[in-house]
């Protein structure tokens, strides 16, 4: 409860609070899908990084492919690339410009590669160490009309000390790096672009 800044805690305990940031996580919900639909398979079970698909190219309902979901991987450093590639993509596919496989065949590559992935103890949406970004813009690149950018290559030497520190399990340790020195000689902007 609260009055005020002052906020009540149920143990009766008051603190002043000036701002209050509302986290849910990165658990990912579909309340709109009908679950008899079968559009998605969501695993209910798991809080972070849980499957939900299938998702070609972790983009298209494989069962569906009007049904498109951007940005539901989990990368860093190189997110708003991947996200705006897949974007571009969706608009590819929406004006016709590309075309998808039959579902048995997505559905089949999907399970192919999600076993594969599993295999090497990583999650299927967290584009970072095996299950890479890098490798995961090429096939994006080899899917659409889009030019590859092997430019993104220059971020690789950071994002390896990031996984490396967050392999450890110190996330904690990311927030001391010296960004501006670790991107200082990275002069970057992409080839395509939306904008």
Not at 24 to 33: A, D, E, I
Not at 92 to 109: A, D, H, K, R, V
Not at 156 to 170: A, H, S
Request: glycine fraction near 6%; include cysteine; proline fraction near 4%.
């Amino acid at each position: 409860m609260a009055h005020g800044k002052t906020v009540i805690f149920g143990d009766g305990s008051r603190e002043t609070i000036d701002t209050v940031v509302y986290c849910t996580g990165y658990k990912f919900s579909f309340p709109f899908l009908d679950p008899s639909d079968s559009i998605l398979d969501v695993d209910q079970e798991v809080e972070y990084d849980g499957y939900f698909g299938p998702l070609y190219k972790k983009i298209f309902s494989a069962r569906d492919p009007r049904f498109m979901f951007p940005g539901t991987i989990n990368c860093h450093f190189l997110a708003n690339a991947v996200i705006e590639k897949q974007v571009m993509i969706c608009a590819q596919f929406i004006n016709g410009q590309i075309s998808l496989p039959s579902s048995e065949e997505m559905e089949e590559e999907i399970n192919t590669e999600r076993e594969d992935v599993e295999s090497h103890n990583a999650t299927y949406y967290c584009l970072y160490g095996y299950n890479s970004q890098y490798s995961y813009l090429e096939d994006l690149a080899s899917l659409s009309c889009l030019e590859e950018d092997k430019r993104y290559y220059d971020f690789k030497p950071v994002d390896e000390l990031f996984f490396k520190i967050i392999g450890k399990g110190n996330v904690i340790e990311t927030r001391s790096l010296d960004y501006k020195k670790l991107f200082k000689d990275i002069a970057f902007s992409p080839i395509s672009s939306l904008f």
